[in-house]
């Protein structure tokens, strides 16, 4: 039986450093955890609402957060300029106070360009999920973005689909790769991320690893 570990918890301190960084007592953990995924689920819905994009889709790499005693400072990692950027300035404020009314704490929000957005998983997780809810093909789609990747100047990706793919009755996996993926390598720098789409016919699950260099 095959025994799986997240990429990126396995290189936690050689390649890879943790999205959030506080300190906390043990007891009080839970709730600064709980209030981190509050936090990212904040965005992500204010985004989904306020969507503006030409392409359709969030385009959030991933984020940042720093807590302080008094102060939450939320580093947001965007691949395309939507209507957080465009040299608006009240965009950004407008979110923050929206976000700031579930928090009770100061919260400090920076938007930081992305310059090569294709080689960010999630980011290409978001273009194959949009793809499939258009019914293309779910080859042409990972083909596809698997050329994007390579544009990036990434050293190996794998892309993986799971679920009713196509509407068939019996679920399968199916995969691709394309150049080196080492993730039994602790120098590799891998990153990683796992992505549900809900279609018409169920949900697919699609997990893509890109190897980005070795140190």
């Known amino acids: 039986m095959g025994q799986k570990i ?16 506080w300190f906390a007592k043990p ?20 985004v989904k609402k306020k969507k503006r994009i ?6 959030i790499a991933y984020m ?14 965007i691949g395309f300029p939507n209507f957080l950027i465009e040299g608006r300035t009240w965009g950004v404020e407008e979110f923050q106070m929206n976000v700031q009314k579930e928090f009770h704490r100061r919260l400090n929000i920076a938007i930081t360009r992305i310059e090569k957005p294709y080689g960010q998983p999630n980011i290409l997780a978001e273009y194959i999920a949009l793809q499939l809810k258009n019914r293309v093909s779910f080859r042409k789609a990972m083909k596809k973005a698997i050329e994007l990747t390579e544009q990036a100047g990434t050293k190996g990706i794998q892309v993986q689909i799971a679920g009713r793919i196509d509407g068939k009755e019996i679920a ?7 150049g080196r993926v080492p993730l039994q390598t602790i120098r590799a720098k891998i990153d990683h991320c796992s992505h549900t789409i809900r279609t018409i016919y ?9 190897f980005v260099n070795q140190e």
Do not use: A
Not at 6 to 21: A, I, K
Not at 172 to 178: A, C, D, L, P, T
């Open 54 to 59: 030409s392409s359709g889709f969030e385009g």
């Open 64 to 77: 940042r957060i720093q807590k302080r005693i008094d102060l939450i400072q939320v580093i947001i990692y």
């Open 27 to 46: 007891k009080d953990f839970s709730m600064g955890l709980q209030e981190d995924e509050k936090i990212r689920s904040c965005i992500k819905n204010y």
């Open 6 to 21: 997240n990429p990126l918890g396995f290189r936690l301190g050689t390649t890879q450093s943790h999205h959030s960084f």
């Open 172 to 178: 399968r996996v199916e995969w691709i790769r394309e």
């Open 202 to 210: 169920g949900v697919l699950g699609i997990k893509i690893w890109i």
